[in-house]
């Protein structure tokens, strides 16, 4: 058995000018950092046995996921689209904060930000998650249900906002 996986699907290239700006400072940050790895990389190298030397294999091995890291912001930033203008605020799009109610009285709040951005634990969640695709155009008093991991989860829009 081969270890082929097919490439994920594309995310979508929408982001918050404030994600945008976040990874910006993070491009410019890690070369700042590489340029710090790249100096104790070569000072681990003077020491003399490669093999050996786990100061060597450690610096190595950081500097190659910086690189990774590099790799995905220089592609990735190019073909994000800033999202900046505020939409209908009756309805939920791109940006939008909304509270949501499940069957047993529990309140969620969420906002629909771009895959570079989501952080679950403070309700931001991608623009191409199931619960996401679900809210899109929906108005104050919409019922959605979604099927995630074979659970169906029913909500109720509460509110919705967007940030200026």
């Known amino acids: 058995m081969g270890r082929y996986r097919p490439p994920s699907p594309k995310s979508s290239p929408y982001i918050t000018r404030s994600g945008f700006e976040t990874l910006q400072q993070e491009q410019k940050d890690i070369w700042v950092r590489r340029a710090d790895v790249t100096a104790a990389l070569s000072a681990a190298a003077a020491e003399g046995d490669r093999s050996e030397n786990a100061e060597y ?4 091995k950081e500097l190659r996921e910086l690189d990774r890291r590099i790799r995905y912001l220089q592609k990735r930033l190019p073909d994000l689209v800033v999202v900046d203008r505020r939409a209908n605020s009756d309805q939920v799009f791109f940006g ?14 969420v ?5 570079d ?12 998650s199931p619960v996401a695709r679900a809210l899109l155009k929906k108005t104050i008093d919409d019922d959605i249900s979604v099927e995630v991991s074979g659970k169906m989860l029913n909500y109720y829009v509460i509110n919705i906002e967007y940030a200026d």
């Open 57 to 60: 294999i450690y610096r190595k």
């Open 96 to 109: 939008a904060t909304v509270t949501l109610e499940t069957d047993a009285g529990e309140q969620k709040v």
């Open 111 to 115: 906002r629909l930000v771009g895959a």
């Open 117 to 128: 951005e989501i952080d679950p634990s403070s309700g931001l969640i991608s623009i191409d």
